[in-house]
Every structure is written in C-alpha cells, then in structure tokens.
C-alpha cells in the first residue's frame, strides 16, 4: 500500500519502523568495518582493514566446520564459520548440485572479507549428500525451497542478528521465494542468478531434455555413480582432465564424493525438471520492484544460465535495483576455482557493505 493512503497511526508507526531500520543498517556498518581491538602480552596485534582488502588478519582466517543437520526429518550438510561475536549471518544457497563442498573455498573467503565479524552458513539441498540419507527419494524445487526456510526458522530466526541471503545460480530464485517468507532478511544476494529459462541456450535444452525423461535421467546417473566406484585416484584422474581441468582440489574432491551417487546424480536432475517448469513461468517483477533496496544481482558476462538479455530486463522492469557485471574471467562455476571464490568473495562483501551504507 502507498504511504500516502496510509492512516495517521499507520504512519506513525511505519516511520519509526523505518527509522529504527536505518539505524539498525548504520550499526552494523559501523561494527563490520571498526578495526579490531589491539591485544597486550604474546598474542599478536591486529590492525584496521576494510572489507574488500587483500590483507587478511590471521584472526579472521579459520577452517571451514562441516556438520549434519537433521531438519523435518530430513538430513542435509552445512558448512560453517562462526564469527565470535557475529554482528552478521549469512547464509549460502546453492546452486544445482547443491552440494556444499563446492562452496568450501568461498565460505572461507567471504568470511576473511568480512572480516571476521559475519557468520556464513552454507546449507546443502537436500538428498544431494555424500550419504544416501533420503533412501533415493527426489525432492523438487519447491521442496528445497521449503527446507531453506524450514532452516532459517530453526537454525537463525532466534539469534537476534541480522540476515543475509546469498543464491548462487538457482540458489537466487530459491533465496527470492525465501525472502517472500522471512521479511527478516535484510538483503537478498543473487550470484550468476537463473531466473528464467534462456530459449537461446541449445545446453539447456539438452538437460532439459534429459531432465524431463525418467528413463534417460536414470541412465545417465547410472554412468556417472558407475565412475565412483573406481580407485580415488582414478575418478578425480578422469574429472581433472575432463569438466575439471581448472578446478581447485576441493571441488574435483566433492564432484568424485558426492555427484558419483546414483541418489545426489538422480535428485540434481530431478530438480532441474522442477526448476525449467517453474522458470518457464514470468519473473515476479512485482516482487523485485516492491522489495529493490533488498535484492542485488551479479551477473557473469558470458553466462547461459544469466544471460546479458535478462540482465537488460530487469533493468528495465525494475530501474532500482542494484546490478554488477562480473569481466575478470570467471565462470558460473565460481565456487569451483580458488581464484573465482576469492574474486566473488571479495565482491561480495563490498555489496554487503555498500548496501548496508546506502540505507
């Protein structure tokens, strides 16, 4: 509803409410970019750094944790790093395969960046783990959906501190809907996003293709579990000179230990069936315009998942919403190259800042 039909009370309270937002956005800038307190004694000092410099205090560098999450009866990964005293949350969605080991290199990265002071939680999809939890059963797009707020609600929602939504590739239509469901959120992050289907892309059409038949998606996730069970050397020999020829270790790793499953291989392509008949549908503009002080974009200049023509159109359906082109190199598959974790990482974090400031 426009302000100007809004009652007196009404105006009242949503002036207080945006003001105390502001405020809200202006301290958490304040405290994400404040240098750390220096130390006495042996332990080493830390001196001041923005968010988006290269020189990382060694504080801010720690190991990525990996633990199961049982949620409504469903058990999916997470990789975590907890800040000590977080002023941030941020939560990773991935793509498909949704597996979280891809993003490995990029949690840690993102939470260097920030330095230290966000905690960022990547959350896997489900039935698409090292272990074959669900028993082969596929779960659709909505499902996943679903499961991310079922997340937030029981992992987040009670920690009093801020939100943020970070989607990579379908990973940013899921964070959409979520944002639909958790008005909490204070900024919704899309990374190589697809959101709608690119007619032009004969490489989409083909997995669509595959997707769509249950007799050609059971044969093709046959071959693929049939590569796991060669020697380790053997099938990350085959991944490294093939789709992963530039790829970090951690990802060749989590492709040869996790998409090698008949359940994870089955339910990737069973997703992206749900996700080309939902994506065949028009964007929800109306969202997008309603809510574009909370939604940015990254595109990737020569991506079929996010091409330039749908980069173009949301700047034409939604004037005001935040856009950046990425020009380094780096591909849709960021999270699988050390070097594409550390650019979006760093890229990342001054959206992050940037936004927070412009509130």
Not at 150 to 172: A, K, R, T, Y
Not at 264 to 290: G, H, I, Y
Request: with cysteine; proline share 4%.
């Amino acid at each position: 509803m426009p302000f100007r039909l809004l009652s007196p009370a009404a105006r009242a309270i949503h002036c207080r409410w945006c003001s105390t937002l502001a405020y809200r956005r202006r301290f958490i800038l304040l405290l994400l970019s404040a240098p750390r307190k220096k130390h006495s004694g042996s332990v080493s000092k830390c001196s001041a750094r923005d968010m988006s410099s290269n020189n990382f205090d060694f504080e801010t560098k720690r190991p990525v944790n990996f633990r199961l999450c049982n949620l409504s009866s469903y058990t999916v990964e997470v990789l975590e790093i907890h800040a000590d005293n977080p002023k941030l949350q941020v939560l990773v969605i991935p793509g498909n395969p949704g597996i979280v080991q891809f993003y490995k290199d990029f949690v840690e990265s993102l939470f260097e960046q920030l330095g230290g002071r966000a905690s960022v939680i990547a959350v896997g999809h489900i039935c698409q783990t090292k272990k074959n939890w669900e028993r082969g059963r596929l779960f659709s797009l909505q499902e996943q959906i679903d499961h991310k707020v079922d997340f937030i609600g029981q992992e987040l929602h009670n920690s009093g501190v801020p939100l943020v939504l970070l989607g990579h590739s379908i990973g940013s239509y899921i964070a959409i809907e979520v944002l639909k469901r958790c008005p909490e959120v204070i900024l919704c992050i899309g990374l190589y996003p697809f959101l709608t289907l690119n007619q032009h892309s004969e490489r989409q059409s083909i997995i669509g293709k595959i997707a769509a038949s249950s007799v050609l998606s059971a044969g093709l996730s046959f071959m693929v579990a049939s590569l796991g069970l060669l020697p380790k050397w053997a099938s990350r020999l085959i991944v490294s000179n093939s789709v992963g020829k530039s790829w970090s270790k951690t990802a060749v790793d989590a492709l040869c230990s996790h998409l090698m499953q008949y359940h994870t291989m089955r339910n990737v392509l069973f997703l992206a069936m749900t996700e080309f008949k939902k994506l065949s549908d028009t964007p929800d503009w109306m969202f997008m315009r309603q809510n574009q002080g909370k939604i940015v974009f990254l595109f990737g200049i020569d991506d079929h998942w996010g091409p330039m023509q749908v980069f173009e159109e949301i700047s034409k359906k939604v004037p005001g919403i935040a856009l950046s082109i990425e020009r380094e190199g780096h591909t849709h598959s960021f999270c699988c190259t050390e070097a594409g974790s550390v650019w979006v990482a760093q890229h990342v974090a001054s959206l992050i800042k940037n936004q927070i400031s412009s509130k």
